[in-house]
């Protein structure tokens, strides 16, 4: 496996965008490692306007993905992304948290867009390309 990331705005398909309203978050593995070690995954997603989303799953607290490695990143009332470590909640539109020891901070967004019925992301570069 290798540590550098996609080519830097290579598109990404992330599966059907049928089923995501279902599924409310679903994590994509990059097939790539950060500078870090860390397994590189985008979450995507369908805000409450139903527009698509995606975020680096990696929390803005310590360099670890928010669903530890569970697959549930969602909080118990479904409403807010939310970090297993240390409970930090983030909005599903912009990625904001609300709540926990980052309140404030922002997730790591990447571009996306729905074609053919496809989730295509494309990634941004990380805030701190190290983690
Ligand atoms: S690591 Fe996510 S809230 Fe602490």
Redesign the pocket.
């Known amino acids: 496996m290798t540590t550098s990331p996609p080519s830097s705005r290579a598109e990404l398909d992330a599966g059907p965008v049928q089923g995501l309203d279902d599924e409310r978050a679903r994590i994509v593995k990059l097939g790539v490692r950060a500078p870090s070690g860390r397994p590189r995954e985008v979450i995507v997603l369908l805000d409450d306007d139903g527009l698509p989303r995606a975020f680096e799953n990696l ?4 360099p ?1 993905p ?1 669903d530890g490695a569970s697959g549930d990143v969602l909080s118990d009332d479904g409403r807010h992304l939310l ?1 297993g ?4 909640l983030y909005r599903f539109a912009d990625g904001y948290c609300v709540s ?3 309140e404030g901070d922002q997730l790591d967004a990447h571009d996306v867009e729905i074609v053919d019925g496809r989730v295509k992301v494309r990634l941004r570069p990380l805030e701190n390309e190290r983690f």
Do not use: D, M, Q, R
């Open positions: 929390c803005k607290h310590l670890v928010l970090c470590t240390h409970g930090a926990g020891p980052c």
